[in-house]
Structures are given as structure tokens and as C-alpha cells.
């Protein structure tokens, strides 16, 4: 990594990388009840004050909350709680004995008898905000999922009771493993013979669909997808059992390519529907197992289950469906066209090397996206697609130009396809999504994925590309570039997107790569103001209360910026240095090796 005006980096100037951060500890549900409990007994403060005091104190010790339930020591007397108890009394008993009397499967009255009421009655619950943490805390899951085997299959009663799980995990995933205390000893003693059966239960239904024509069965294996997509959201003990233990990534990579199969043969309404549910629940599970960001461990294999999954046949199974909905006849009116949204962010995540773009160009990609993102965006388009379906659409493509533009076989490609046309759709994304009117969402939060990717995509365009970074601008009075204007369009993305941080620092990132080898366009964009909204930027993100004429100096990222803000901090002092503004930059890597054990 070169920087311009700078002697290269040696063993003798090079800066000592700090560790990684150690995984934060977690406490049970009770220790923290009885922290709040000596707060309100010893301390005399009310319920609220004495659960934000716990909060807080554990937060400044770095201990990880996210599977506490704050309010759960205010729930466990309550009625609501009684209620709770009370419903699944009936549906326990049922379980017990048909696991002491060994019996595989129950009849159709039987589950209408002892089953469908107190899942009515959970769902009825359900919409109480104060009743749910006490759903998990009564171990709503893990008296679920063991009856789940004895329901017969492929019907409406099997459905349901998936339907409820898929509903109950988000947020929860970590629940399938290690039970709640109050969860019963009949129950436990289930778990404590099989740990994994919850993720066994679930993983049974992979492949069914493929084995039957029938829709329930196809929404049950749909369900049962999502349900192991939310187990293992920030989970990676639940990832490595069920690609480990249970070999998922081969009978997951089978059931998408059956169901794309099956949707590009265009079935009955009612089935393409249930497909592209499948479809849907089996990319976010595809797409988590990609994903480290499991803060609980130090080590993630999750580039080993990328590799793995670009190497056994995603791409052939997805590709040849994406080339059907969005090729040359592709058209909104088409009901499995909301699938490109689906199969494109599946694809981006997985394609990590130069050799999977070259795969993506030799199908196609490149074209579909440029389908795609000219339906989607068009002034003229029709309300055949949902605002949220055509966000979706326009996201998973951007994305998919800015995987393939990692690499110089998709940069030649992006650039040369249709003289740029691909180029000229990401500055069209961009400029629509900045507007209100778009027919798209109008919340800039959720808009702000697809304006990243589109900007991350173009930063990677005009990287050491100064001919690209050219037909991007107004050159000259009255002479547009032939692929957009972007100046005007940055400064309109950074007042409407001034909150989203990773929009503002994709954004800076592409300013300094278009005026890097071409400093004359310079004065172009600061011509729209784009140096003042950085600084407020920074000042609004970065260093809340102190004036924005006064953010002259870069020399040295605030410690206690991480993440996206500290991105955003080295991204738009770059800029602004590459603008020519005032900043003050120090040479810290160039400190003597005795002066870096600091960074140590």
C-alpha cells in the first residue's frame, strides 16, 4: 500500500498492527436479576432505576448483554407469567408421555387437541411486548421443538408450530443450546441426551421440498431454513455444528439449485410463491455463514464455509436462474423477478477471489445487473414492484458490481459492457435514491445499504483510473461527462445521508480515487461544497461539541473511535488532504522502532 510523497514502508518504519480484542464475557440471566434485586433491596431504588444501574455497571466492566432479558425479574410474579406457565402445562404432559410411550407420530385430533391451543394461546401472548422475554425465559422453544418430529409431516399443523418457532428466535438463536434455568427437568433431560436437538429437528428438513411437489411442504422446509438462519445470527458455536457435524453446506447448496430449478420453470402461482420463499430463507442462511460477527470468539471459520461454498456449486445453481429473470426479456411484471434481490446478495457474499469473478462474468453477471437496475430504476416505472422489493433489487445489484469490481477481469468488464452502460446505471442508482420522490422508501436508513455499495462500487471503478474519473464530471461550462456528474450528486448524497457513516465515508473514499490522479478536478467538487459538509460531518460523528472551522488536524485518530466512525475519520482526512484543503498530517509510521511499542 503506496502513499503518494512517502518513502515505502520497511521492517524498520513499519507500524506494530495492535492485537485483536479479546472476546467480552457474558453472565448468566441470574446474576443480573440479582444485581437489580440488591439494587431495589439494598440500595432502596425503584424497579427501573435499579435495572439501568445493573445495565450500566456491567456495561462499564465490558460484559456482553445481549442475551439478558433486563425487565425478566419484574415478569416472574406477574400474571402475565401465570399465563405463560399455565398454557404450556397441557402441551408439556402431552410431550412427556409421548416420549415415555415412545410412540413416533401423533394423529390429526391429537394435534388439534393438545396442540393448536396453546399455540393460539402463544401467539396471542405474543403481542404482549412485557409477555415475550418471559416466552423464552419459560422455555417456550425448548418444549417446542421436541414435539416438532412427532407432528406428521408436510401439514398444516406442522407449519404452524414452525411458523411459531421462526417467529420466536430472532434475537434468540442462542436459546436452541443452553436452556433457560426455569426450563422444566422433564425437558432438560432431553437436551442433556441430544444437545444438538433442536439444530437436529431443524436440519431434518433439508431436502424435503425437493422431495415432494406439494406447497406446505415446501413452506415447512422454507421455515425450517429461517429458523436455522436465526440460530445462527452472531452464533458461531451453531454454524460450525451444522457444517461439521451435519455436512449442511452440500444438502443446502442442493435444495436452492432444486428450488431454482423448479422456479425457472415457471409453476402454478401458489408453489412459485412457496419456491421463492425457499429461495429467500435458504440465501439469508447461505449469507450467515459467510458472516463473522460473533464478537464471543476470536477466531471465525468463516472464510473456510465461503471457500466451501463457492467451490461445491452455488454459483452454477443460482446463476442460470438469475440469467432467466433478468435477461434481455427480464420485466417487473414478472412474479419471480423480486428473486434477483435474493440471488444477488447470496452471490456478493460469496464471491471473495479473483477466480469467482471471473466465474460471475463468464455468466453473465455483469448484464443481468445492468437488467436489473434498468427496470429498477426507471422514471417510467410501474407499481408492479412494492418499494421495498425494488430497494432490494437495486441493493443485491450494486452489490454485485461492487464484488466484481474488486478485481481487474470485473473492472474490464464492468467498464467495456455496453460502452459503460453499467457505470452510467450506478450513478442512475445513486441519483435516484438521493431523491424523495424515488419510487423507493423514503426512510434514508433504509436506503443507506444500496447508495454504499453503489458509491463503493464506483470507488473501485475510478481506483487508478484517471479516463473513468474524467467521464464522471462536468469538465468543462455546458459539457456533462458522458457517464454522469457526480460532483453535484456527492454533495446531494452527503446533506441527504449526513446520518449514515458508511455512506459518508463510501463517499470519501470515492472522492479521493477520482482526485488522486487527477488533482484538476479538484476545484470541481469543491465547488459544491463538498469540504464543508465533510468537516461538519466529522464533527457532527467524530468529535460531537467541537466547532467544525476548528477540525484542522488529522495527526492521530481519537482512541476512542472504532469501527465505521474510525473508517470514516482516516477516509475523509484522505480526502480532504487529496482536495487540497487545510489539514495537518503527521507522519507517525515514521517514528523510530523504539517509539512504536506504544501501538503494540
Known amino acids: 500500500w503506496g502513499v503518494r510523497g512517502r518513502e515505502p514502508v520497511t521492517d524498520e518504519n513499519r507500524c506494530v498492527m495492535p492485537p485483536k480484542k479479546a472476546p ?12 437489580v434485586q440488591s439494587n431495589i433491596d439494598d440500595l432502596e431504588m425503584e424497579p427501573a432505576e435499579a435495572i439501568a444501574d445493573a445495565i450500566e455497571q456491567f456495561e462499564l466492566q465490558g460484559i456482553d448483554l445481549s442475551s439478558i432479558v433486563p425487565n425478566n425479574i419484574l415478569l416472574k410474579g406477574s400474571s402475565v407469567g401465570q399465563r405463560v406457565s399455565s398454557s404450556l ?12 410411550r415412545r410412540e413416533s407420530t401423533v394423529s390429526e385430533d391429537e394435534c388439534s387437541s393438545f396442540l393448536q391451543p396453546p399455540i393460539s394461546e402463544i401467539r396471542e401472548l405474543m403481542q404482549n411486548e412485557d409477555a415475550r422475554p418471559l416466552l423464552f425465559q419459560q422455555g417456550v422453544l425448548a418444549h417446542l421443538l421436541p414435539i416438532v418430529p412427532f407432528i406428521p409431516p408436510n401439514t398444516s399443523h406442522c407449519l404452524e408450530c414452525l411458523r411459531l418457532i421462526y417467529d420466536l428466535l430472532p434475537g434468540q438463536g442462542r436459546a436452541l443450546t443452553h436452556l433457560p434455568p426455569e426450563t422444566p427437568e422433564a425437558t432438560q433431560a432431553l437436551y442433556s441426551e441430544d444437545r444438538d436437538l433442536a439444530l437436529r429437528v431443524l436440519f431434518a428438513f433439508l431436502g424435503r421440498a425437493s422431495e415432494s411437489a406439494d406447497e406446505l411442504a415446501v413452506r415447512c422446509e422454507a421455515h425450517a431454513l429461517g429458523c436455522l438462519a436465526h440460530a445462527c445470527f452472531k452464533n458461531e458455536e451453531h454454524r460450525c455444528r451444522l457444517v461439521a457435524h ?57 472464510p473456510d464455509r465461503t471457500r466451501q461454498l463457492a467451490e461445491d456449486g452455488t454459483f452454477e445453481a443460482l446463476l442460470p436462474l438469475l440469467q432467466v429473470i433478468a435477461g434481455p426479456d427480464a420485466s417487473e411484471q414478472d412474479p419471480a423477478f423480486p428473486l434477483v434481490a435474493a440471488i444477488g446478495l447470496t452471490v456478493a457474499a460469496i464471491c471473495m477471489r479473483n477466480e469467482h469473478c471471473i466465474v460471475l ?41 461492487r464484488a466484481l469490481s474488486s478485481s481487474d477481469v470485473g473492472k474490464e468488464r464492468i467498464q467495456s459492457s455496453q460502452d459503460g452502460l453499467a457505470v452510467a446505471l450506478l450513478v442512475r442508482s445513486i441519483s435516484a435514491l438521493a431523491e424523495p420522490s424515488a419510487p423507493f422508501p423514503t426512510d434514508t436508513h433504509v436506503k443507506a445499504k444500496a447508495v454504499e455499495q453503489a458509491c463503493y462500487a464506483l470507488s473501485n471503478m475510478a481506483l487508478r483510473n484517471p479516463e473513468l474519473s474524467r467521464r464522471l464530471v462536468l469538465v468543462e461550462e ?58 461538519l460531518a466529522l464533527q457532527r460523528h467524530c468529535l460531537a461539541g467541537a466547532p467544525a472551522a476548528e477540525i484542522k488536524t488529522g495527526s492521530e485518530c481519537p482512541a476512542f473511535l472504532t469501527g465505521k466512525k474510525k473508517g470514516f475519520w482516516d477516509a475523509a482526512f484522505g480526502a480532504l488532504r487529496d482536495l487540497g484543503c487545510e489539514v495537518e498530517l503527521r507522519e507517525l509510521f515514521r517514528s523510530v522502532p523504539e517509539d512504536l511499542r506504544r501501538f503494540a
Open 478 to 535: 455546458h459539457q456533462a461527462g458522458d457517464l454522469g456528474d457526480l460532483p453535484p450528486l456527492l454533495g446531494h448524497v452527503l446533506r441527504s445521508y449526513g446520518e449514515q457513516v458508511r455512506v459518508l465515508q463510501r463517499v470519501c473514499h470515492l472522492t479521493r480515487n477520482m482526485v488522486g490522479r487527477c488533482p484538476d478536478l479538484a476545484p470541481l467538487f469543491l465547488r459544491h461544497d463538498i469540504e464543508p459538509m465533510v468537516r
Open 24 to 35: 467480552k464475557q457474558q453472565i448468566s440471566q441470574e446474576t443480573f436479576d440479582e444485581a
Open 246 to 302: 451435519y455436512q449442511m453446506i452440500p444438502s443446502l447448496i442442493a435444495s436452492m439449485c432444486s428450488s431454482a430449478e423448479r422456479i425457472a420453470q415457471r409453476p402454478a402461482p401458489p408453489v412459485l410463491a412457496a419456491l421463492a420463499l425457499h429461495l429467500r430463507t435458504a440465501g439469508r442462511l447461505t449469507r450467515s455463514l459467510c458472516t463473522d460477527d460473533d464478537m464471543t470468539l476470536p477466531v471465525t471459520q468463516a
Open 89 to 100: 402445562a397441557r402441551t408439556l404432559d402431552w410431550i412427556h408421555q409421548k416420549n415415555e
Open 361 to 401: 462474468v463468464e455468466h453473465g453477471v455483469v448484464e443481468s445487473c445492468c437488467c436489473a437496475l434498468s427496470i429498477c430504476t426507471s422514471p417510467s416505472a410501474s407499481e408492479a414492484l412494492s418499494p421495498e422489493d425494488r430497494l432490494q433489487v437495486v441493493t443485491a445489484c450494486c452489490s454485485l458490481l
